[in-house]
């Protein structure tokens, strides 16, 4: 584990009108500080006392050029690898078809190779179970299958990171 110091450049907090309840108790924290991975960021987190409405965002400070990372997993200690992503970044992995595109609402993650995968899965479940017609069942098949064989044997997978900021990265693991 790396124990660097964290450096916290500004800390405020301060009461709002809570925008789910209304109540005068809606309590935002703000921090600036280095963040490993992203350098410099705001993190705000807000708190309804009243109705426990919680949310984090964390905001980087420090914007980079455009940058567009391929990585090749070939080995099955390649899902290890970790993949920092943030809030603005698209995520493609070609031999599944797979598009992980961020939200109005997306959140800057960590996670691994694995992870990914697992998060495709999910969403695969989800969309399913809204679906009234299974008409890509052939299709759900080989994807669920591929990604059961990488997850076993490892396999390739090919990782397209597309960030407008550049901070995201994948640190492969060794």
């Known amino acids: 584990m790396n124990n660097e110091t964290i450096f916290v450049e500004y800390k405020n907090t301060y009461t709002e009108i809570c925008p789910i309840c209304g109540d005068k108790t809606f309590k935002i924290n703000e921090v600036i500080h280095l963040q490993p991975h992203l350098g410099r960021t705001l993190i705000v987190s807000k708190l309804g006392k009243k109705c426990g409405y919680k949310k984090t965002e964390i905001i980087p400070l420090e914007i980079k050029k455009r940058k567009i990372i ?75 299958e591929y990604i059961a064989k990488v997850k076993q044997k490892g396999g390739e997978l090919t990782i397209i990171i597309d960030d407008p900021t550049g901070l995201s990265k994948i640190i492969a693991k060794e």
């Open 70 to 144: 391929v990585y090749k997993a070939t080995e099955k200690k390649d899902l290890y690898s970790k993949i920092v992503r943030t809030s603005t970044a698209t995520i493609y992995i070609p031999e599944l078809g797979a598009v992980i595109e961020p939200g109005v609402d997306a959140p800057i993650f960590i996670t691994n190779i694995e992870g990914i995968l697992s998060r495709i899965e999910d969403a695969i479940d989800r969309i399913r179970v809204l679906e009234d017609n299974k008409t890509n069942d052939e299709e759900v098949t080989r994807i669920r």
